[in-house]
């Protein structure tokens, strides 16, 4: 590990789940979802800490034995409608109260179990290299965002952009990126300024599509437990 700049690592995994239940600890690829997310960042020779918040005692007992540190999230912070960036500052301030000051804090949601700590590694040294504040993990979009219609309170067709972006070759169109859910990387005084995972200087980190799962439903559990479980 690196310890020259000190990074915290935040995996968010409360109790509920309206879409699958008790996703975060749901067994994938033979380990809890979450731990693929535990073990990446533990591998990650930058990571100076792993902490797992969650409402969850559960969830909690099965972090620690997996090696995450952990912190128990109020409850006011893990309804179906709570942001992610709350719970962020929640750990921070958490941390603070022991003196412990991180330059960056990544986010590694427990959705993206393909996410590996080579990315993770990747990811972190992009940033570190390049003249930026914040990274996000993305994948190129494959149906290009420019060329879709909404439509005006009668019900005609307009360009959601403009009316020339749906008939132009998306080569002549700049790239689109969509986020994937895997990295979320600040500096951590810049999120704190905003309580923001984005800042005006954010930077992508490209991931094939192949790796950008975020579980979401089945379907995507079922995948992901196929590619993991070959591994």
């Known amino acids: ?13 409360r109790g509920g789940s309206k879409g ?15 731990v693929w997310s535990i073990e990446a960042a533990l591998k990650s020779k930058f990571i100076s800490k792993t902490v797992v918040s969650s409402d969850s005692d559960i969830i909690l007992n ?11 999230r109020p409850s006011n912070l893990a309804s179906d409608t709570a942001r992610t960036e709350p719970v962020i500052a929640h750990v ?24 590996t700590f080579q990315d993770i590694d ?19 979009a494959k149906h290009h965002p420019l060329k879709a219609f909404t439509a005006n309170d009668k019900g005609y067709l307009k360009g959601l952009v403009n009316n020339d972006y749906p008939f132009m070759p ?8 969509y986020p994937n859910g895997a990295i979320y990387l600040i500096k951590t005084e810049n999120f704190l ?14 991931m094939p599509f192949e790796k950008s799962i975020d579980i979401d439903n089945q379907a995507d559990l079922a995948f992901a437990d196929k590619i ?4």
């Open 193 to 206: 300024q905003k309580n923001q995972l984005f800042t005006d200087k954010t930077i992508a980190f490209e």
């Open 228 to 231: 993991l479980s070959s591994h």
């Open 122 to 140: 990747q990811a972190i040294q992009h940033l570190l290299n390049a003249d930026a504040t914040a990274l996000i993990s993305v994948y190129e």
């Open 1 to 13: 590990m690196m310890n020259a700049i000190k990074i915290l690592a935040i995996i968010p995994a």
């Open 62 to 72: 099965i972090a620690q034995q997996n090696g995450a540190q952990i912190i128990k």
């Open 20 to 34: 699958i239940l008790n996703k975060n600890i749901l067994e994938v690829g033979g380990k809890p979802l979450m």
């Open 170 to 177: 998306r080569q002549v169109l700049p790239k689109a990126y």
């Open 92 to 115: 921070l301030s958490e941390l603070l109260k022991n003196g412990e000051h991180y330059a960056y804090v990544i986010l590694l949601q427990a959705t993206a179990p393909l996410r």
